[in-house]
């Protein structure tokens, strides 16, 4: 395969928005590029890189926005190394890679041979899938709303709280994650007389919704508040649209991956973060 780098969005959107549609564990990446299209990031700068293949058709996309992870879709491992060299030379400083598993681990192993640095896994989820809503086995008392600006400081608290608890880049970062959601209307909250759970939602790319984060403070869980919030917001998206929604669970919570499959989810698939560990 050989690897292009481009500086040019539009050029790497012309190229790779038919791959990143195609499928849905391309959901990430095509919603950070309808994000970066759409300007809602500000003072972004990503890196773009596209694998075209023998007959020169597209058939790899990666994409970092700093200081998040890099973003890519599948590779085959032999193709790793070259991507990787390619990679360094333009963001030397990439910090973790976020793909299916067997691309992660390729390509932070080809990091690691490359860079005489190490890497570790710090994140296994399961994707999931819904086309029909459940309703919840105990429906929690309370309602879906839209999250307020006047809100903002508790939905940076909260969101904090996800990012420390789930493991996840973000939690420095909360502030502005929270402006730009709430700036797009991507907040929601579910209220039982005053806030009790966050949820986000991304917006619809290739008839696909993601939801996520979904968090709730230790204070009201084991309430089912959070199932009811995700099928409040799946049904939502369905009636505005959507062909489907997706979500992402950690492995490590047995708790999320049973709650989600009772309202419709089906895991379809796996999703790992590889941290990379520079030598000293």
Same mark, same amino acid.
């Given at each position: 395969?050989?690897?292009?780098?481009?500086?040019?969005?539009q050029e790497f959107a012309e190229r790779t928005q038919g791959l990143l549609a195609e499928r849905i564990e391309c959901n990430v990446q095509a919603t950070?590029?309808?994000?970066?299209?759409?300007?809602?990031? !500000?003072?972004?700068?990503?890196?773009?890189?596209?694998?075209?293949?023998?007959?020169? +058709? /597209? #058939?790899?996309?990666?994409?970092?926005? %700093? %200081?998040? %992870?890099?973003?890519?879709?599948?590779?085959?491992?032999?193709? $790793?190394?070259?991507?990787? =060299?390619?990679?360094?030379?333009? +963001?030397?400083?990439?910090?973790?890679?976020? $793909?299916?598993?067997?691309?992660?681990?390729? *390509?932070? =192993?080809?990091?690691?041979?490359?860079?005489?640095?190490?890497?570790?896994?710090?994140?296994?989820?399961?994707?999931?899938?819904?086309?029909?809503?459940?309703?919840?086995?105990?429906? !929690?008392?309370?309602?879906?709303?839209?999250? @307020? #600006?006047?809100?903002?400081?508790?939905? *940076?608290?909260?969101? @904090?709280?996800?990012?420390?608890?789930?493991?996840?880049?973000?939690?420095?970062?909360?502030?502005?994650?929270? +402006?730009?959601?709430?700036?797009?209307?991507?907040?929601?909250?579910?209220?039982?007389?005053?806030? /009790?759970?966050?949820?986000?939602m991304s917006p619809a790319v290739s008839g696909v919704v993601r939801i996520g984060p979904v968090y709730t403070p230790p204070e009201h869980r084991r @309430?089912?508040?959070?199932?009811?919030? /995700?099928? =409040? $917001?799946?049904? #939502? $998206?369905?009636? +505005?649209?959507?062909?489907?929604?997706?979500?992402?669970?950690?492995?490590?919570?047995?708790?999320?991956?049973?709650?989600?499959?009772? *309202?419709?989810?089906? #895991? *379809?698939?796996?999703?790992?973060?590889?941290?990379?560990? @520079? =030598? /000293?």
């Open positions: 395969m050989r690897f292009v780098l481009t500086t040019n969005l950070v590029l309808e994000n970066l299209l759409a300007s809602r990031f !500000a003072d972004a700068r990503p890196v773009l890189v596209y694998g075209l293949g023998s007959d020169g +058709d /597209v #058939r790899f996309a990666a994409l970092r926005t %700093p %200081p998040w %992870p890099l973003l890519v879709t599948e590779l085959e491992p032999w193709d $790793a190394a070259s991507f990787v =060299a390619a990679w360094l030379d333009a +963001d030397p400083e990439v910090p973790a890679v976020s $793909a299916v598993p067997e691309t992660a681990k390729s *390509i932070a =192993a080809a990091w690691s041979e490359l860079t005489g640095g190490s890497s570790r896994c710090r994140l296994r989820e399961a994707m999931h899938v819904l086309d029909r809503v459940d309703d919840p086995l105990r429906s !929690a008392p309370g309602d879906l709303r839209a999250a @307020r #600006r006047d809100e903002r400081e508790l939905l *940076i608290e909260w969101m @904090r709280g996800f990012a420390e608890e789930s493991g996840v880049i973000g939690g420095d970062h909360a502030p502005e994650i929270v +402006d730009a959601q709430l700036a797009g209307g991507r907040l929601f909250l579910w209220d039982d007389r005053g806030a /009790v759970s966050l949820l986000g @309430r089912g508040y959070a199932t009811s919030m /995700v099928a =409040a $917001a799946s049904r #939502r $998206a369905l009636a +505005d649209g959507a062909a489907r929604c997706m979500l992402y669970t950690d492995l490590a919570n047995p708790t999320s991956n049973k709650i989600y499959a009772e *309202i419709g989810y089906r #895991r *379809i698939g796996d999703w790992e973060e590889h941290a990379f560990e @520079r =030598a /000293v």
